[in-house]
């Protein structure tokens, strides 16, 4: 069983950077692929980002391309999300999320461990 637990969220003006984490404790966390998805209310969970085992492969959103960067820490169990340039449109609950099948995948059903999200707001 893999627990998950975000930081790194807030408030921001539009063009600002910020940068979320992910620490993951229990199971072997080499062998999950990670990702982050984010939502706001009244809308579907969406998908952000994704990284493979080894930090080999990433997938991205394309209204995130080119602006945010995930990367991981497999010795210290952590997975981040460099988010640069944000704009309004970015606000949401960003959730860190793991499956341990080895491809990249950006639907929600296919993560089974979920973290309890993290707020970024960005104001124009």
């Known amino acids: 069983q893999v627990q998950l637990v975000e930081s790194g969220g807030g408030s921001v003006e539009a063009g600002g950077n910020l940068r979320l984490s992910c620490a993951a404790s229990g199971g072997t966390f080499s062998r999950h692929v990670m990702a982050w998805f984010r939502q706001v209310p009244g809308k579907e969970r969406a998908f952000v980002a994704a990284?493979?085992?080894?930090?080999?492969?990433?997938f991205y959103a394309d209204s995130v391309k080119g602006r945010f960067t995930i990367s991981r820490d497999n010795a210290n169990n952590t997975v981040t999300l460099q988010m640069n340039n944000l704009k309004p449109e970015d606000t949401a609950l960003y959730f860190c999320?793991?499956?341990?099948?080895?491809?990249?995948?950006?639907?929600?059903?296919?993560?089974?461990?979920w973290g309890q999200g993290t707020q970024v707001t960005v104001s124009s």
């Open positions: 999320a793991a499956h341990e099948q080895s491809w990249l995948s950006k639907k929600t059903e296919v993560y089974n461990y």
């Open positions: 990284i493979s085992w080894a930090g080999l492969s990433t």
